[in-house]
């Protein structure tokens, strides 16, 4: 079983460009591909880099959200300004949420990684929470020689 642990935290809001993603959501190889495109995109254009600049901390978020039916992915940092290219703040609820840590030497292998694991293991074998709904993210917290070093937030209830 993956390390994970049972964290209250309080409300926090998240800046966000996004993307609708296209596949559907049972094809996880579809939507790492387009997520992978989009972070690659907002990086060459120097959209990150802008999100980046206005950001109240180092922590740089990807979130995923159901908005109107549709998958919408973003990169997204707290802050209190805003940019033309952002899409929306993403409000988190205060509650408790499941952290599950992870490290990896891209931004890209440790979301994916991060939500494999928490998706994959960690919410199928927890008995005493759920997750239903709602904004979830990964978040690079720190940078460590080569590796980057994060972690998944899910907000959930107690079952």
């Given at each position: 079983?993956?390390?994970?642990?049972?964290?209250?935290?309080?409300?926090?809001?998240?800046?966000?460009?996004?993307?609708?993603?296209?596949?559907?959501?049972?094809?996880?190889?579809?939507?790492?591909?387009?997520?992978?495109?989009?972070?690659?995109?907002?990086?060459?254009?120097?959209?990150?880099?802008?999100?980046?600049?206005?950001?109240?901390?180092d922590y740089i978020f990807s979130?995923?959200?159901?908005?109107?039916?549709?998958?919408?992915?973003?990169?997204?940092?707290?802050?209190?300004?805003?940019?033309?290219?952002?899409?929306?703040?993403?409000?988190?609820?205060?509650?408790?949420?499941?952290?599950?840590?992870?490290?990896?030497?891209?931004?890209?292998?440790?979301f994916k990684e991060l939500t494999?694991?928490?998706?994959?293991?960690?919410?199928?074998?927890?008995?005493?929470?759920?997750?239903?709904?709602?904004?979830?993210?990964?978040?690079?917290?720190?940078?460590?020689?080569?590796?980057?070093?994060?972690?998944?937030?899910?907000?959930?209830?107690?079952?």
């Open positions: 079983m993956t390390r994970y642990t049972i964290q209250e935290k309080d409300s926090f809001t998240v800046l966000g460009i996004g993307t609708e993603l296209k596949s559907d959501y049972t094809d996880s190889d579809g939507i790492n591909r387009e997520k992978l495109e989009f972070w690659q995109t907002i990086s060459q254009d120097g959209t990150l880099d802008k999100l980046k600049a206005i950001a109240a901390n979130v995923n959200e159901a908005v109107n039916d549709k998958m919408i992915h973003y990169a997204g940092v707290m802050t209190k300004s805003s940019i033309p290219e952002a899409s929306r703040n993403i409000q988190f609820p205060k509650g408790e949420y499941v952290v599950v840590k992870g490290e990896a030497s891209t931004a890209e292998d440790l494999d694991l928490t998706f994959g293991e960690v919410l199928v074998e927890e008995k005493y929470y759920a997750y239903v709904g709602g904004p979830n993210t990964a978040v690079i917290t720190e940078k460590k020689d080569r590796l980057l070093i994060g972690e998944m937030w899910i907000p959930v209830v107690k079952i």
